[in-house]
């Protein structure tokens, strides 16, 4: 469905890919791939002569010779785990159901008289933010964001886009509902509620 939003990727020498944003793996689940494979000896190549003793060649199984860390935990191994139990349509599944959250949710803060959207997302990640009775809107959602995070019932993030701050949700968690998006902005209200700005 969401081909588009990847138009011109093959033009590409390489792409990275963040498996824990939206494929159910853990953080740091990630991959890099590349056009042509002997890029990855060129871009990342290193010589450890205490590891191997012909340094040129290309071998396949040793990928402490094509990336930045000699050793490392093999992170592809979660996504593997899932593809080889649930099988490849579950990522495609999952992403459908998290960009449709996203879309849900942008609809209730553009619905909502005291939030703002930022933009409408091209993904799972939501940037918005409360404009209700304060002029510094940045201080405003940034002591909203602290007190949730004191409350320990949600967590969100911030970031600046423009110069301004911005509360920022990123939807990865299959088993999240509208229901908790919507407590999510009934939270921030009271929040809200409890400040003078």
């Known amino acids: 469905h969401y081909k588009y939003l990847v138009k011109g990727i093959e033009q590409a020498d390489s792409v990275v890919v963040d498996y824990h944003k939206m494929m159910m793996t853990p953080s740091l689940s990630t991959a890099l791939i590349f056009k042509r494979g002997s890029d990855a000896y060129k871009t990342f190549s290193q010589r450890a002569q205490y590891l191997w003793t012909e340094q040129e ?82 201080e405003l959602n940034r002591k909203i964001r602290q007190m949730l995070l004191e409350d320990g019932r949600f967590y969100i993030v911030q970031t600046v886009l423009n110069g301004e701050l911005y509360l920022r949700v990123s939807l990865m968690n299959p088993l999240s509902t509208i229901s908790d998006l919507k407590e999510l902005l009934l939270e921030i209200e009271k929040k809200a509620a409890l400040m003078k700005v």
Not at 73 to 86: D, E, G, I, K, P
């Open 57 to 138: 060649s290309e071998e396949w199984y040793n990928g402490g010779k094509r990336s930045f860390e000699c050793t490392k935990a093999m992170s592809v191994l979660h996504v593997y785990t899932l593809y080889r139990t649930f099988g490849d349509s579950i990522f495609g599944e999952n992403i459908d159901t998290l960009f449709r959250m996203a879309t849900e949710f942008s609809d209730l803060i553009s619905e909502h008289k005291n939030f703002e959207l930022a933009y409408e997302p091209q993904c799972n990640i939501v940037c918005f933010r409360y404009t209700k009775g304060a002029e510094d809107f940045t």
